[in-house]
C-alpha cells in the first residue's frame, strides 16, 4: 500500500510513541550523529544521560502545537546548566518548518522558575524520513542568509535525513525498540528495503520482552503499514510469529488476529455458499421468466405462420400482431 488514496496516518504517531521516551530520543540521536557530524557537533557538550521530557513549567507547545517532543538535558561538566533538546520529525517537506522550529526554539522552551533569565538556549534537530532529498538549511543558506549578515540561524539546527542512518549502528544498540523504530522510518516509504532488513529488525526483537515486541509490531503497523505495503508487513509479522514460537509465547495480538483470520475465512465460505444457492435461485427464476417469454413469442409466430398458410391478407396478419402488442 503506497501513497494511494487511503487515508494516512502520520508517521508523528509513532515518533511519538517511540521517542518520547527519553532513552529512546537518546539512542536515536546516538545513531543519528555517527553518520551526521553536524549533529555530533552540537551535542558534543550535552550529557544525553540526563534528557528530561517536556512539556511541564519549561514549555507551551500543548498550547502552540508547534513541536513534536522537547526534553531538557544537562551540559556536560555544567553542574545543573540545562539546555534545550528540540527534535521535529518531518516525513515531507515543509517551507516553513524553520519559522516553526524558530518560533519554539527561542520563544517556548522556558524555566518559568528562573527569575534571572528564563529562556533555555536551545538546539534543534529536524528528524526527517520523507521519500526524497531535502534540506531546508541548505535552502536557508541559499536564500535567506543575507537576513542575518551571512551568519547562520540565531538558535542551532541540523537536519538529520534517516536514510543515511547505519543498520549495522543500529544492530549494536542497546535499546532496540529505539534502534528498530529509526529502521522502521529509514524504510517507510521503501517496501523493498524494508523487507531486505527484516532479518536485522529479526535479531534486534530477540533483545525485547514479548510484551514490548507485542506493542512496537503492532505501532509499526498501525502508523507505517499503510506505506511500507502489506506483502511487507506480512513477512514482518511471520519474522515476529517466528520468534513467538521459539520463546514458546503467544500473545493477545497473535490471538486475536488468528481469530480475525478464522473469522475472515469462514465469513468467506459462508459468504460463497451463500451466494452460490442465491444464484442459482435468481437463475432459475430469471430463466422460468425469460422461457415463458421465449415460448409465447414463438407460440405468437407459429400462429401468424399458420394464418398465411391459409391465405389470411397480411395487412390482416399485421393488425392482430399490433393488437397483441398492445
Known sequence: MNQGQILFRNHDGFFHYVYGVPKNAKTLLNICRKNSHDLDRILSDVDLDTLVRLPGSYNEVGERGEADIAFKAHILNGGEINVGILMEHKSKRKKNVLNQVGRYALRVIMDHDDEIFSWIPTKAVIIYNGPTEWDPLAEFRKKARAKFQGNELPFECVLVNLANIDESVCLESDTPSAAIGAIAMKYAFNPEGFKAVIPIVEKMLQKMPSDEQTTLIEKII?????????????????????????????SAGDARRAAEKEGRRDGFKKGHAEGHAEGRAEGRAEGRTEGH?????????????AMRKIGIPEEKIQEAKALLKS
Do not use: C, H, P
Open 293 to 305: 417469454a421465449e415460448g409465447l413469442t414463438e407460440g405468437q409466430n407459429n400462429a401468424f405462420d
Open 222 to 250: 498501525l502508523y507505517l503499514g499503510e506505506y511500507i505495503d502489506e506483502f511487507a508487513v506480512e513477512e514482518l509479522q511471520m519474522a515476529w510469529k517466528s520468534i513467538g514460537q521459539r520463546m514458546g509465547f503467544v
